[in-house]
């Protein structure tokens, strides 16, 4: 792995203190480099808007519902980490047509997927979200992959009308994660709102024991990047038009 140098060798002291002050420079401004470039290819890779659809029996999106047949259960698909409904879940209609085919008929086109953020926001802000556009009293069958499950989870136990016993919220929460304290109690009040039933639920190699996908093996291998790209002009050049 390269990495930037605490100082560079030279003969010439005057050279060597300019080169200490540049190198220091750019030690201090790579984590905020690292943060910039994270988000910006976080926000490419993500869709712009957390939106509930209506999945077509051709696989393509239509709008939610207007009217909710509350008394018949909908299947909702939920998507992984960087992923979507058609990369996680296409190969259902394109590999196992006749599976498919039933799923269309048993649910008589009551098939909703949700499209959400995964890299910069967390799985409780997407549950938030996804609840802000399920209406009251709904039954779901539920289909989920990767972090998907994590929403499923998180479905799952407020339908029992709360989230985390109210002892929880206020003991063990490590400073830094104020904000998820914060989003657990507006998870509390959107589900005094609303009645969800989970009748079924499917999860596909969910991390609910916890992931380190996104942990500090993504700023290893931003480093890296970052490293290299004194190597390697034109990668430069095109890395920092991305950001910008």
Request: with cysteine.
């Amino acid at each position: 792995m390269i990495e930037i140098p605490f100082e560079i060798e030279s003969h010439d002291r005057s050279r060597k203190n300019i080169a200490k002050v540049v190198v220091k420079f750019f030690s201090i401004i790579k984590d905020w480099v690292v943060d910039k470039v994270t988000l910006a290819i976080a926000r490419r890779i993500e869709p712009d808007t957390n939106s509930l659809n209506t999945l077509l029996p051709d696989f393509k999106f239509g709008n939610a519902p207007t009217t909710w047949q509350n008394k018949k259960p909908y299947l909702l698909f939920i998507h992984g980490t960087a992923s979507s409904t058609e990369g996680s879940f296409r190969g259902i209609m394109d590999h196992n047509a006749s599976t498919w085919s039933r799923l269309v008929s048993l649910y008589n086109g009551n098939i909703l997927c949700f499209e959400h953020k995964t890299l910069t926001e967390s799985p409780i802000k997407n549950t938030i979200d996804l609840i802000s556009q399920l209406p009251n009293d709904i039954q779901l069958d539920l289909v989920t992959h990767s972090r998907g499950g994590l929403i499923g989870e998180v479905l799952t136990r407020i339908q029992y009308g709360s989230f985390f016993d109210k002892s929880i919220k206020a003991k063990n929460i490590n400073k830094e994660y104020d904000h998820v304290l914060k989003e657990i109690v507006e998870l509390d009040k959107v589900i005094r709102l609303k009645k969800i039933k989970i009748n079924n639920f499917i999860r596909v190699a969910c991390p609910a024991g916890g992931t380190s996908l996104l942990d500090k093996k993504l700023d290893l291998w931003l480093n890296i990047l970052l490293n290299g790209f004194k190597i390697i002009p034109f990668i430069r050049a095109y890395a920092f038009q991305f950001v910008l």
